[in-house]
């Protein structure tokens, strides 16, 4: 087994695991049920990201940013699953 097999499927697993940490905390509020993603801009102090507005180019700022504020699970599950294309095209 390929290590980008085993790096994508940990990646996949991170992102499944996230998306059901997300799923339980939504249905323990009190009232009705309101899914909140998380991304990495819940997780990091926003300090850590001001480099991204430093950044000359509008095209790559502008994807970094949408990275940043998508959902985590998304990130790690598109993340993994490229990582395992990856390795498929490398090992043949």
Known sequence: MSRYYIVGGL???GGLLVL???TISSMMTPGDIVF???????VLDATYLKWIDG??????QKNLKYITTMPMYI???GTGAFTMVVGGV???
């Open 11 to 13: 990646l996949c697993l």
């Open 75 to 77: 990130l790690l599950l």
């Open 55 to 60: 950044i000359s180019w509008h095209g790559i």
């Open 20 to 22: 059901l940490y997300q």
């Open 36 to 42: 909140n993603s998380l991304g990495i801009v819940d």
């Open 90 to 92: 490398v090992d043949k």
